[in-house]
């Protein structure tokens, strides 16, 4: 079974300082797809990344990156000089893919508040 | 949003009563997906599609029914409502294919807020 585990159920940071977001995943799978999503208070749910099992190359997207490490088996998001924009709720999330079946296994998020 | 639209927005019912929540999607894609979000619970699946008339079980599915007559539209229903279905439900489609080479995504509806008194 896939298990997702996101340790902090809530981080409250400076503005401008960086932030980093824990996830921790567990699979039997070889080929399995990692997101990241971010739900702002008005309750929507924002597709920020996916990363396939076979590319550990960091990636990194203006102020944010992610961290894959499958030896750890964690894919941790760094928001870099936050903004109050960033105060959200953000879930780490899990799949095997089946021909474009995505089902997603869901961490239970972490919520970010930026203080001005 | 992908063309992604779920009705009502809001609902507050009484224990017993029948409820049907409706996804509706623009693209003609062929997955949908029904997920409950609840606090310390993150985001469950319910129910997916993978075409018309074919759906099967998510992780949380007791109590829940599930129908797709037309690729546009996946409905939820709970035959029999009751307090622990209070949550927020949200619909997803599957964007992208691989054989077409682009990266699958999930993109949301922007979820129904589902009160059972």
């Known amino acids: 079974a896939q298990k997702v585990t996101q340790a902090q159920t809530e981080i409250s940071v400076v503005e401008k300082e960086d932030v980093t977001l824990d996830c921790v995943y567990e699979t039997r799978d070889t080929t399995y797809y990692l997101f990241w999503y971010k739900q702002p208070p008005s309750g929507e749910l924002v597709f920020l990344i996916r990363r396939n099992s076979f590319d550990e190359q960091n990636e990194i997207s203006g102020r944010y990156s992610w961290n894959f490490q499958k030896s750890t088996s964690s894919f941790n998001f760094t928001i870099t000089a936050s903004q109050v924009v960033d105060s959200a709720v953000y879930f780490c999330a899990l799949s095997e893919p089946n021909f474009g079946n995505e089902k997603l296994t869901f961490g239970t998020g972490t919520r970010l508040t930026i203080i001005p | 949003d992908a063309g992604i639209t779920q009705s009502p927005r809001h609902k507050v019912t009484e224990t017993g009563t029948p409820v049907t929540l409706r996804c509706h999607q623009t693209?003609?894609?062929?997955?949908m997906y029904w997920y409950r979000q609840d606090p310390g619970h993150g985001l469950r699946l319910i129910h997916y599609?993978?075409?018309?008339?074919?759906?099967d079980k998510g992780e949380v599915s007791d109590g829940y029914s599930v129908s797709r007559s037309k690729t546009e539209d996946f409905l939820l229903t709970l035959e029999s409502a009751t307090s622990s279905q209070t949550s927020v439900y949200f619909c997803a489609i599957s964007v992208g294919t691989i054989s077409s080479g682009t990266n699958e995504k999930l993109f949301f509806g922007s979820g129904t807020q589902l009160s059972v008194l």
């Open positions: 599609s993978y075409g018309v008339k074919d759906t």
């Open positions: 693209e003609n894609h062929r997955y």
